[in-house]
């Protein structure tokens, strides 16, 4: 079975540090593209970050140079590092498989698979 | 950056179609794909490629996409399907989320 499991939330000091993992079972990790995707509580979904299997990473503005996406193969786990963290940083973090197709000349991607997410608090 | 409107709410009587519209600049011109997300769960993939379903997906869910805006469409609209609808598109690498829409079925 295809399944995503987040850990490492938990409610952190403004400007402290946390990270998230996504355990991965039933697919290889470093064989797809994965995404962080995050939701603040009562409002929509916001990308976070994707990792592709080639090794590059992309960041939203709202985390480009706070947080790090990276991944273990040997554990199959993706990893969200995320730095001097801030209040509108609180939210349901969730983790996604990331899948990429060729179509007339376009790829189109899209996230098929998604853990149930952890929850950080980033409260004084 | 690259943005996706969606109206907040869409009201649906039971067995009737509900549309839900995804705006955004030349979005025709890119592939957009649909998420449904209930109460205290995760988001889950129900059109992707502007129109094609994912297993188990029921075909009352369908997709297009043109112009500059992307439509779900949810044909004999049941009360299960009441939930949040999010679009999601990409531009340079990065991917977009919709800012997402309401779907009540009165």
């Known amino acids: 079975e295809v399944q995503l499991v987040e850990t490492g939330g938990g409610l952190i000091q403004p400007g402290g540090s946390l990270r998230l993992s996504c355990a991965a079972s039933g697919f290889t990790v470093s064989s797809n593209y994965m995404s962080w995707v995050r939701q603040a509580p009562g409002k929509g979904l916001e990308w976070v970050s994707v990792i592709y299997s080639g090794g590059s990473t992309y960041y939203a503005d709202s985390v480009k140079g706070r947080f790090t996406i990276s991944r273990d193969n040997s554990k199959n786990t993706l990893y969200l590092q995320m730095n001097s963290l801030r209040a509108e940083d609180t939210a349901v973090y969730y983790c996604a498989r990331d899948l990429r197709g060729y179509s007339y000349g376009r790829y189109y991607y899209y996230m098929d698979v998604w853990g149930k997410g952890t929850t950080v608090t980033v409260s004084s | 950056s690259y943005e996706l409107t969606q109206p907040p709410s869409v009201s649906v009587s039971p067995g009737q179609t509900a549309s839900i519209t995804c705006s955004g600049d030349k979005l025709g011109d890119k592939y957009a794909c649909w998420y449904q997300q209930k109460p205290g769960q995760s988001p889950v993939l129900v059109i992707y490629?502007?129109?094609k379903r994912p297993s188990g997906i029921p075909e009352r869910f369908s997709g297009s996409n043109s112009g500059n805006t992307a439509t779900l469409t949810i044909s004999g609209t049941q009360a299960m399907d009441e939930a949040d609808y999010y679009c999601?598109?990409?531009?340079?690498?990065?991917?977009?989320f919709g800012t997402g829409t309401k779907v009540t079925v009165l």
């Open positions: 490629q502007d129109s």
């Open positions: 999601q598109a990409w531009d340079s690498s990065l991917r977009v």
